[in-house]
Nanobody
Framework: VQLQASGGGLVLAGGSLRLSCAAS????????VGWFRRAPGKEREFVGG????????SSADSVKGRFIISRDTAKNMVYLQMNSLKPEDTAVYYC????????????????WGKGTQVTVSS
């Protein structure tokens, strides 16, 4: 399965961005999807996850109330709506697929996409 995250860019603090994660196969619907990020000089961290059917989600405390994950199974797409962005949200964002729900741990992820850069300026 190939994944591609897109939608990153430069935004002012307080602004919004929507990231998209596209999958190459219809089997996408068989996987949970996670968003992770890696800031410069820091380890990769969990942002949020959504289950196969899109009915259950999980998010990191640092983004709760600001970021929303959704999925469109018909389009093989998952979205990360990021609102009220802060400079500390600056990172490369990755989407990943996994058959096991291990969030916030990434050990359940089987496939990773290339990241997309998000930069939030103050």
């Amino acid at each position: 399965v190939q994944l591609q995250a897109s939608g990153g860019g430069l935004v002012l603090a307080g602004g919004s961005l929507r990231l998209s994660c596209a999958a190459s196969e219809r089997t996408f619907m068989n996987y949970h999807v996670g968003w992770f990020r890696r800031a410069p000089g820091k380890e990769r961290e969990f942002v949020g996850g959504i289950n196969r059917s899109g009915t259950t989600g999980s998010s990191a405390d640092s983004v709760k109330g600001r970021f929303i994950i959704s999925r469109d199974t018909a389009k093989n797409m998952v979205y990360l709506q990021m609102n009220s962005l802060k400079p500390e949200d600056t990172a490369v964002y990755y989407c990943a697929l996994g058959r096991r729900w291990t969030f916030p741990n990434s050990s359940g992820m089987d496939y990773w996409g290339k990241g997309t850069q998000v930069t939030v300026s103050s």
